[in-house]
């Protein structure tokens, strides 16, 4: 049933009828020429008993003109099916990049996903181990989320990771490739030198206080010097973000004093 109606639905399509646009109506107008033509002489030699140009059986018998109507009744119908098959086409491919977008996204902040930047942080360390370039990978992480959620409520924690979500990656250069690591912390694979990361780390943090009011932390690793391979530059980029964090608050406590 489906399938009649999307027939009846191309039908009223104009572009069915589009014969430089819709391939399969100029076959069908073109296929359908032979069977009228035949049909109209192998009449003419059935009702007259002998073999009889078109134009003379056509005199006789004005009535065969209604065949000359079966490249235009092919057109339609093969146009109509092409019609049908690039609406198919059309509705695929939207599932499959609607699916591919699901699988590397996250849900919440509209960001890669932890799965999709680790593979990325995978490609970009063999690469750079080919090319003997070096990555960066710059892991971030939201300073007192926990007092959000707790005094807000988990809708504005929520509401405050998809803000600082949208400024981090207003940050990045092209090429650098962001995801939600997990809870409050944010990877990112940045190719090129550690300096280079910095300055976007830095940049980062100034959007995010500029946009939300909240800071954030953040750790710097890169390949070749803090390890060569995705899991030591995690490791890595997260003791350097746990250092900060410590000399924070070793800062603050001194401060208070």
């Not at 069915?16 to 009449?43: K, M």
């Not at 007259?48 to 006789?60: M, T, V």
């Not at 924690?157 to 400024?167: K, N, T």
Request: aromatic share 6%; charged share 25%; proline share 3%.
């Amino acid at each position: 049933m489906r399938t009649v109606t999307a027939f009846f639905k191309a039908l009223g399509d104009p572009h069915t009828y589009n014969l430089c646009g819709n391939p399969e109506a100029c076959f069908g107008l073109v296929w359908g020429v032979p069977i009228p033509v035949l049909s109209i002489l192998l009449d003419g030699v059935l009702l007259d008993g002998k073999d009889r140009s078109i134009g003379f059986i056509l005199s006789q018998h004005p009535w065969q003109l209604a065949f000359l109507l079966h490249p235009f009744l092919f057109a339609i119908v093969f146009g109509a099916m092409g019609t049908m098959r690039r609406d198919l086409e059309a509705r695929n491919r939207e599932l499959i990049a609607r699916l591919e977008r699901e699988a590397t996204t996250d849900p919440l902040t509209g960001v890669r996903n932890r799965r999709h930047v680790l593979q990325e942080l995978e490609k970009a360390v063999a690469r750079a181990g080919r090319a003997e370039d070096a990555v960066a990978v710059v892991m971030f992480d939201l300073d007192n989320f926990k007092v959000v959620n707790d005094t807000k409520g988990h809708l504005a924690g929520d509401r405050l990771l998809r803000a600082v979500a949208d400024a981090l990656q207003e940050s990045l250069r092209i090429g650098d490739t962001l995801g939600r690591y997990g809870g409050d912390e944010f990877l990112l694979v940045a190719p090129g030198t550690r300096e280079g990361a910095e300055a976007v780390a830095e940049r980062a943090q100034a959007m995010v206080v500029e946009r939300t009011g909240t800071s954030i932390s953040s750790g710097v690793a890169l390949s070749g010097e803090d390890g060569t391979r995705a899991a030591q530059l995690i490791a890595a980029a997260d003791r350097a973000l746990a250092a900060i964090k410590r000399e924070r608050k070793v800062r603050g406590l001194s401060a208070g004093r």
